[in-house]
């Protein structure tokens, strides 16, 4: 409980209620010495009158001074007084208004009593009110700032001045807010990602399937020459062929977004797996006139996936291969250091511009240099995917119509079990 109050008042109104309920309490206390003064000092002034009067009375009937000064001095009741006062009607249940002095200080003390009253009371009711007041202002900005939350509108924030209760539950409710502009940025990045994919999935899909449509056309119409519908049933072969690796590419990437792959990493040789990705890639490299080169040290294992990872180094020559002219020469090295497991695949192909290089990783991104070449920009993407899933690295450098390089690197603590 003193902790809880302990909290509370560091709410900064909580603690200018209390300090003014102090300060009240303070000025309560010196109203009630001054009312007791200024009562006292009343009193003493109406029996004074009364003496003064007593002993004027007594000196014009000719007692001596004497005699009046030792009855007003003396302290001691007797019954023969307490009789003559009896005579006289000045009994207890004698009313207040009809003995003058005593009148006098009973309005005296009423008027007082009354007003000061009436101050502390106003003065209170004030702090009350100015007190509710401010509470009342801080619920309506909150039920505004919250009222927008409702509306999707997450750029204000409640009011976090101070401490207490009332600002803890302001900081939780903003915190939610923030969670749930996260969340409503997502959905709505999910769907520009799923509207902008289903748009390159059109476009992509559109021309192959026109050529699919076309080759049919020929080979309906010539039927009765075989060289040309075996030259277009090549073509269509291909076509269909993009297709497949067009929508392969596109269920893995939306499997590694969704991250319901699960990465089997064991120890593997590089070699065996450079091998492994380069597989029918040497025949085409062979067929272009491109030369492939393997560098790297036989006995460097590494730890990662290997049928993914090498998904990703095939991606890569399959770029350099897309990028690189007749008597290209691509080569894939491999080199360890205390820090890290290096692997390259540099071509001395056309490069990429300096413009095009923040965004060559971008899904279906295709430069304009690269209109004519084959493929859907999807390989680079799903590269890097995997490399960082797997939390390695994946970077480019280039220099136009010089070479370029893509550097794979694995940190050393993913290259030991």
Known sequence: MIAAFAQDIQD????????FFLLFSLLLFLTGIFFTTVLTESAKSMLLSHDETVASSLLSQGISEQVIMAALTENERTEEGASLLTKTGLTQNQETEFLLPLSRFQNHARFLIFFCTFLLSVLLFGGACFFLHQREQLYEQACTVMENYRRGDYSPHLPQTSEGGIYRMFSAVDGLATMLQAQKETAQNSKRFLKDTISHISHQLKTPLAALSLYQEIMENEHDQPAVIEEFAK??????????????????ITRLDAGSILFEKENCRLQELVSHALGELTTRAETEGKKLLVEGNPDVSIICDPAWTAEALSNLVKNA????????????????SPAAIKISVTDNGEGISPEDIPHIFKRFYRSHKSQDTQGAG??????????EG??????VHSVPHIETTFTLLFPLYLTKL
């Not at 073509?235 to 893995?252: F, P, V």
């Not at 797997?390 to 970077?395: H, I, K, R, T, V």
Request: no cysteine; glycine share 6%.
């Open 235 to 252: 073509k269509t072969g291909l076509a269909l062929k993009r297709m497949e690796d067009l929508l392969l590419s596109l269920l893995k």
């Open 390 to 395: 797997q939390d390695g690295l994946l970077s």
């Open 378 to 387: 999807l390989g680079l993407s799903l590269a890097k995917s995997i490399v």
């Open 321 to 336: 291969l897309d990028h690189t002219h007749a008597e290209g020469v691509i080569r894939i090295v491999w080199d360890a």
């Open 12 to 19: 900064k109104d909580n603690k200018h209620y209390i300090t």
